[in-house]
């Protein structure tokens, strides 16, 4: 079977917790609640991607504990291979905070993730010319390593830097989509990225050092766009019922991916990858929140019956 799409990243145990502010230094704070799930940006955005239709390869490393093999289980139940998933050490971690307005920060234990080496990216993942999708919760060298590869079978790449660091300039050059939020553009860019103008003049920027698009999302502030066809600003699709804007990112990656699987215009990529990220952050959690495309239909029509 051929693959749509293969993600070359992290899968994490995350441990949501539910409270109202984040404790001070020295403070011991009492939450309201705790769920635990599995996610994961790489894991997160091959199930969005998997939950719309694409056929998906993972590559990553989860633990030899039964955290791993829940990670596992998690991504066979959406349909994506994990025969190119190793089990070694411990599993990554996800400390997930969410605030009562859905708000979220987090810290990630690396674990396994940074187990899976260069050696680990077999000529055969890339032969069908696959969209590969990278993130930066694996080491960097793999990363460098999967865009050569990538180029060399001439898959398309995607890079969401997340979590920001620095990328090498040869590596950055050959991506043909970048992805970043607000806080990632600042980071890479070292000046502030707060609003719509600031976020344009980042995509700018960033998009003189890479070879192709680079989108910049700003959460209730929509995402701006520079291609060789456009710098745009699309807006974000309103959204009343908010409870956990975990995934939200990996929702919107899963779903830009399925455009670009389909070749859908990104006129009409960004709208699609915004409504499906609003559909994602009206449930907690990342992979169970996901929506299908008949979630998406479902969800239409009912806006258009009110
Ligand atoms: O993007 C959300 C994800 O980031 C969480 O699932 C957490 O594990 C971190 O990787």
């Known amino acids: 079977m051929t693959t749509d799409v293969l993600v070359i990243g992290s899968l994490n145990f995350d441990i949501l917790i539910q409270q109202d502010r984040l404790p001070h230094l020295g403070e011991t704070f009492t939450g309201n609640g705790m769920m635990m799930m599995p996610g994961g940006k790489g894991a997160n955005q091959a199930v969005q991607c998997a939950r719309l239709g694409l056929t998906v390869n ?27 998933i190793k089990r070694c050490g411990t599993s990554g971690v996800g400390i997930v905070q969410i605030m009562k307005e859905g708000d979220y920060c987090s810290t990630i234990i690396k674990g396994a993730n940074y187990h899976i080496t260069a050696a680990d990216l077999k000529d055969a993942f890339f032969s069908d010319r696959p969209l590969v999708i990278l993130q930066s919760e694996i080491p960097p060298s793999v990363v460098d390593e999967a865009v050569k590869k990538a180029v060399r079978f001439g898959c398309t790449v995607l890079l969401n830097n997340a979590p920001a660091r620095e990328i090498a300039a040869e590596t950055l050059r050959q991506v043909n989509y970048l ?14 990225v707060k ?3 600031q976020a344009n003049d980042a995509a700018l920027q960033l998009s003189q050092r890479i070879n192709g698009t680079v ?3 700003l959460g209730e502030k929509g995402a701006v766009v520079k291609s060789a066809e456009m710098l745009q600003h699309f807006p974000a699709k309103p959204c009343a019922n908010v409870v956990d804007t975990t995934g939200a990112g990996d929702a919107f990656i899963g779903a830009l991916a399925w455009s670009l699987v389909r070749q859908r215009s990104l006129s009409e990529a960004i709208p699609f990858a915004a409504s499906v990220s609003a559909l994602a952050i009206q449930k907690y959690g990342g992979q169970s929140a996901f929506p299908t495309l008949s ?3 479902a969800q239409q029509v009912s806006a258009n019956v009110t």
Request: net charge negative; hydrophobic share 40%; proline share 2%.
């Open 195 to 197: 609003d719509v103008t």
């Open 58 to 84: 993972m590559v990553g490393c989860v633990g030899q504990d039964m955290y791993g093999q829940e990670l596992l289980q998690s991504l066979e139940k959406y349909q994506v291979a994990t025969q190119n």
């Open 179 to 192: 992805v970043v939020n607000e806080t990632e553009a600042a980071f890479m860019l070292g000046t502030p």
């Open 215 to 217: 989108i910049v999302t």
């Open 295 to 297: 979630d998406i239909e």
